[in-house]
Nanobody, 111 residues
Framework: VQLQASGGGLVQPGESLNLSCAAS????????LAWFRQAPGKQREMVAS???????YYSGSVKGRFTISRDNAKNEFYLEMEDLQPEDMARYYC??????WGQGTQVTVSS
């Protein structure tokens, strides 16, 4: 599966962004769809995931501010990010089953 992440950009603290991940094939049978992020000098971390059974996971640092969702009909999944803070600044990657990875989209939070 080829993945294309999009939606990143430059925002001010407190603003929102919506990331999208478009898959080249059906994601309906995927076990897990997830978003990771990696900031310069830091390890890649998983911020959110959604399983085939709709079980959701959020890291503690984004819980309550980020929402992951999927649209199997469009072969896409999303990450809605609210109240962005400078510590959210990173390159965000989408993955299907931790096997296929997108190229990432940059999120910059700065006043």
């Amino acid at each position: 599966v080829q993945l294309q992440a999009s939606g990143g950009g430059l925002v001010q603290p407190g603003e929102s962004l919506n990331l999208s991940c478009a898959a080249s094939e059906s994601i309906a049978a995927a076990n897990v769809l997830a978003w990771f992020r990696q900031a310069p000098g830091k390890q890649r971390e998983m911020v959110a995931s959604i399983s085939s059974g709709e079980t959701l996971y959020y890291s503690g640092s984004v819980k309550g501010r980020f929402t992951i969702s999927r649209d199997n009909a469009k072969n896409e999944f999303y990450l809605e990010m609210e109240d962005l803070q400078p510590e959210d600044m990173a390159r965000y990657y989408c993955t299907v089953d931790f096997i296929s990875w997108g190229q990432g989209t940059q999120v910059t939070v700065s006043s």
